[in-house]
């Protein structure tokens, strides 16, 4: 509720705020402004990400699919200071302004994928590069997987090039609780941190079902799904009394007045409740809502569970990733508001990925204030998630169900923003929101849709028809291939 | 379609794909005809079938008592190729007691056990859920595949292709299949150079200059009579292989063997590529695998098939994870490369004519030519587009339900909840 309140709030207030910055682009993108950051949401690791600087940019002509449910054709996208200023016909646009021929082209907000391990497991897939499950405990909320990042992933740029603007690079599944996710914007960079997305919130990863169970079945457990269980609750009964010993006591009491003296709150950041604790941090911050839930989990009964679980201890379900069977209780995480982060068509892999259907996003889809996502959990369906995009909306079809593009777009950006808790300041082509934008070849739910262009806070990051707007990791630099990675 | 036909329509199809005795008849009307043959695309073509075999192609044919389907003018292909797969051979992927395409004689042993004569089509089960929930997307054949693991060596062994009408047999000769490069260097102990010399020692043994009983000898009776079939042009072996430089050394190897070897994967066939037209060698690519999985593909791009046609390479395809759940996605795999830059007719030759060649089946299926099987689909638009379905599939002329575990999954869901738990049939089944 607390961050849903922060969300509403930088909505109203975000446009005034730009129009009054000049210069946005100078400073860090506007996070929304916190009263008093909770310990468990401070960042000692913290972005140092800037946006590119770039002279406004007017694509003029376009079908523009906005992301908030609309399709506007013949209209002109304006962007200034890394920032939308509006989206319509005929728009005055600054004299300095690039001005792009979007005629016949399609505009769609930046793609965003809430489930990538893009510099955990990354490219060439070598022993070294295993960092994405630390698959040595069950319950390791402590670990986060933007320690393990490897900017240099070649995935970055052909992820870029299929009109990527910005991830959660999340843990694997190997775990219960595998640890913190993040949120990058898909930017080139020497440091995680540079593309660390200003003021996203954590996520917190978790598992349900055969992996952990198959991990540790022989090491020490979990061997079941009751374990499984038994150690999610385990981990949240630590961390509700973690959480009370250490909220932060009430805004009166910490107010200190002129004849107070300055003995009896010597605690850093309220805390009273003995040593720090990186496993409890990350979990209250979950029980706070600092922190969102990602929940691997493929069938509806454990998905069930989960929902319970989470009332038990009072956290919210952000999102469940890979739910193939989501489609057999669409109107419950419709009614809970939990989105599905889901396939077009992945099944069959695991006994608990057999009841996949092709027709599994349209129906988490169906409901009134669903929340269905396209995500990728791979460096190649990333590349092309409006393809899985479009591959849902031909299945629904056939039975009759039809989706119109500036729905389907939804599931590759809104509803994937709000899931990471970035829905304030990008996933739609408002006014005032961050200017991550994507110019397509034509209609982008076909095969041959590409992106051309793919602007992040303002600038032209990728250029199909320049080589000099595409970039190239250092792995892939002096490798004897011309183009490298393509 | 309502409960009850549904279940006659099931039933007739299921007795239909029994056996090829009770071939069909059929007139399809006024369709866009890719025949992925010679006659290229053809407009507003009628497609005659008789006994299962197409009998005429041409405008304004008579029905001649056949069957009559109008395509309202739709793209008819042939039925397609779901790629080098364990489609049959693997119900769920991590259930060991589900898979049977691999073989792991030595799993217990360093020593390679290398059994060529291990034949993964004997495992081949039509009725696995996998087979119609592939056939309903317009793939029609796969070529089974004998992969290399721990315990078995760089031979896998063999497979062949089978059509997914539901019959137990192959349709065609068997393949020899072989992993080479990274992939297989723990089979070869730990370098890829022991893998030439490794094979080099098998074919010695096959051609007799190593004894049968020597200590050397590391083949059955039946595995060196099966190896003998491949050698001297015999049967195709196809090579799992990426860097440019592995290639060069398998061209060198299958010249100086006299083997018919096919590619599968090749993410930097497209340097060797004039070779490898010179030397006929079909290359199966996965158009998706555009970065460096590992050190094998560091040339891996999109435009890898686009490269080996345009100089005069066969170009098929087949996704590289041989997920059997996934070859439905194969299409999709094509159509990227002719986003790529591959013509459009090469992307669907990819998936019909180029593997039934390629495999041994060319002379029944993969295209749409009088006196070839008529495994047909009917797309509702362009084939090659994610935007399209199959929007029916038939198998010697008989139209196949278009049903499969998960439309009936997708049934059971779409309806609206009853009085009943969704496991009791739904009013009116």
Redesign the interface.
């Known amino acids: 509720m607390h961050r849903t309140f922060i969300a509403a709030l930088a909505a109203t207030v975000l446009p005034a705020l730009v129009l009054a910055q000049a210069h946005a682009a100078d400073a860090p993108a506007a996070a929304p402004k916190k009263a008093a950051v909770s310990r468990f949401a401070q960042d000692p690791y913290a972005s140092t990400y800037r946006a590119i600087a770039s002279p406004p940019v007017v694509i003029r002509g376009a079908t523009v699919l906005t992301g908030t449910g609309t399709r506007l054709d013949g209209a002109d996208v304006l962007m200034r200071d890394g920032r939308i200023v509006a989206v319509g016909a005929n728009l005055d646009a600054p004299a300095d302004a690039l001005q792009v021929d979007g005629r016949g082209k399609w505009v769609t907000p930046g793609i965003i994928d809430v489930h990538s391990h893009l510099g955990v497991y990354a490219s060439p897939g070598v022993r070294a590069h295993q960092d994405g499950n630390e698959a040595t405990a069950a319950t390791t909320p402590n670990v986060w997987a933007e320690h393990s990042v490897w900017p240099q992933d070649p995935g970055f740029a052909t992820a870029l090039a299929g009109g990527v603007t910005a991830m959660q690079i999340l843990p694997g599944s190997a775990n219960l609780i595998g640890g913190r996710g993040v949120t990058l914007k898909n930017v080139a960079a020497t440091t995680y941190q540079a593309m660390k997305f200003p003021g996203a919130p954590w996520g917190l990863k978790m598992a349900c079902g055969e992996n952990p169970k198959r991990t540790y079945g022989e090491r020490g457990g979990p061997s079941t799904r009751m374990a499984n269980v038994a150690g999610y609750r385990a981990a949240f009964i630590d961390a509700s009394e973690y959480l009370k010993k250490n909220k932060p006591k009430a805004a009166a009491a910490q107010k200190k007045r002129w004849w107070q003296s300055g003995s009896g709150s010597t605690d850093s950041a309220n805390d009273s409740g003995g040593k720090r604790d990186l496993k409890m941090d990350t979990l209250a911050g979950a029980i706070n809502g600092d922190i969102l839930v990602h929940i691997h989990c493929y069938r509806a009964d454990e998905m069930a569970v989960m929902m319970d679980l989470a009332k038990e201890f009072g956290f919210k379900i952000s999102a469940f990733h890979h739910g193939v069977e989501a489609y057999k209780i669409a109107d419950r995480l419709a009614q809970e508001n939990i989105c599905g982060a889901l396939w077009a068509d992945w099944w069959g892999f695991k006994m608990e990925a057999f009841d996949g259907i092709q027709e599994n996003i349209a129906l988490v889809d169906r409901p009134q204030n669903s929340c269905a996502i396209v995500h990728s959990d791979s460096e190649e369906g990333i590349q092309r998630l409006n393809q899985e995009a479009a591959k849902v909306i031909a299945s629904a079809h056939r039975i009759g169900i039809d989706i119109p593009p500036e729905r389907a777009v939804r599931w590759i950006t809104a509803n994937p923003a709000k899931s990471l808790g970035i829905l304030d300041r990008t996933g739609t082509l408002e006014a005032g929101k961050m200017a991550d934008v994507v110019l397509w070849n034509g209609n982008p739910f076909s095969v041959y849709a590409k992106a051309e262009q793919v602007y992040i806070d303002g600038a032209r990051l990728y250029d199909r028809n320049d080589p000099s707007r595409q970039p190239k990791s250092d792995f892939m630099l002096g490798q004897g291939f011309e183009g490298g990675v393509r | 379609m309502n409960g009850r036909l549904r279940k006659t329509l099931l039933a007739v199809g299921l007795s239909l794909l029994a056996g090829n005795a009770c071939a069909q008849n059929l007139l399809i009307r006024n369709a866009t005809v890719h025949t992925a043959g010679a006659q290229g695309t053809l407009q507003n073509t009628d497609v005659l079938v008789q006994g299962g075999n197409i009998a005429a192609i041409g405008r304004g044919l008579s029905a001649k008592g056949a069957d009559v389907i109008d395509a309202g003018g739709k793209p008819l292909t042939p039925a397609m190729f779901g790629g080098v797969t364990g489609i049959g051979l693997e ?5 060991d007691s589900t898979t049977d395409q691999s073989l792991a004689l030595g799993a217990q042993s360093k020593q390679m056990v290398v059994r060529p004569e291990f034949d993964a089509t004997l495992a081949y089960n039509p009725a696995s859920v ?1 087979v119609p929930v592939t056939r309903v997307e317009g793939i029609g054949f796969a070529l089974l595949t004998a992969n290399s693991g721990n315990g078995g060596s760089i031979i896998g062994g063999q497979g062949a292709v089978v059509r997914l009408d539901g019959g137990i047999d192959p349709a065609g000769p068997r393949v020899l299949f072989v992993q080479l490069g990274s992939d297989g260097a723990t089979l070869s102990g730990g370098s890829r150079a022991g893998q030439w010399m490794l094979l080099d020692q098998l074919v010695d043994e096959v051609r007799g200059r190593i004894p049968a009983g020597s200590p050397m000898a590391m083949l059955t009776p039946a595995g060196r009579q099966t190896l003998a079939r491949y050698l001297d042009g015999g049967g195709r072996i196809a090579v799992s292989i990426h860097r440019a430089a592995d290639i060069h050394q398998l061209l060198r190897w299958s010249q100086r063997q006299g083997v018919r070897v096919a590619i599968l994967g090749g993410a930097e066939a497209w340097r060797v590529a004039p070779q490898l037209a010179a030397a006929k060698v079909p290359v199966f690519v996965d158009p ?8 094998d ?7 890898t098939a686009a490269k080996l046609r345009a100089a005069g390479v066969q170009v098929g395809f087949s996704p590289s994870d041989r ?4 070859a ?2 194969i299409r ?1 795999t094509a ?2 490369a ?2 790529n830059g591959l013509p459009w007719e090469d992307g669907l030759a990819g998936l019909t004519r180029v593997p039934a060649e390629a495999f041994g089946v060319g002379d029944r299926i993969g295209t749409i030519a009088v006196g070839k099987r008529a495994d047909l689909v009917l797309w ?1 638009g362009d084939p ?6 199959a929007t029916q599939v038939w198998f010697d002329g008989r139209a196949i339900p278009m049903r499969s575990r ?2 009936e ?2 049934d059971r ?2 309806r609206a909840a009853g009085a009943l738990p969704r496991a009791y049939p739904a009013a009116g089944e």
Do not use: I
């Open positions: 119900e769920v992927s991590l259930e996998v998706l695998a555009n970065l460096p999985g590992d050190f593909q560091l040339g891996a791009g999109l435009d997920a059997p759940h996934n439905r996605k999709q159509g990227n002719v986003a509702t090659l587009d994610v935007s399209t379905v998960q439309t999954l997708r869901y779409l």
